[in-house]
Nanobody
Framework: QVQLVESGGGLVQAGGSLRLSCAAS????????MGWYRQAPGKRRELVAT???????NYADSVKGRFTIFRDNAKRTLSLQMNSLKPEDTAVYYC??????????WGQGTQVTVSS
């Protein structure tokens, strides 16, 4: 089983920055893609960014140019650098890990609140 723990959320004013981190542990050898998702109250959970084992990245149009996803394999961490934050970025952010033919794993989430 894979365990994911997010950290780094908080309250920030519009235009500010935050860096989210996800610490992974357990049987991670079969994981080939990881990503960040977010969910605002009353809305569906949506993709923010993903990164594959070879390092290919994908971003939602709403965050492209402002957010950067990266990983540190040695430390088993996934990070999301968020710059130029907007009030519409306010949500609970979740770390996700998956692979072909295996269950998708989720962290418990970390709250990001951006004030106007």
């Amino acid at each position: 089983q894979v365990q994911l723990v997010e950290s780094g959320g908080g309250l920030v004013q519009a235009g500010g920055s935050l860096r989210l981190s996800c610490a992974a542990s357990g049987s991670i050898f079969s994981i080939n893609v990881m990503g960040w998702y977010r969910q605002a109250p009353g809305k569906r959970r949506e993709l923010v960014a993903t990164i594959t084992s070879p390092g290919s990245v994908n971003y939602a149009d709403s965050v492209k140019g402002r957010f950067t996803i990266f990983r540190d394999n040695a430390k088993r961490t996934l990070s999301l650098q968020m710059n130029s934050l907007k009030p519409e970025d306010t949500a609970v952010y979740y770390c996700n890990a998956g692979g072909s033919g295996i269950p998708s794993y989720w962290g418990q989430g970390t709250q990001v609140t951006v004030s106007s």
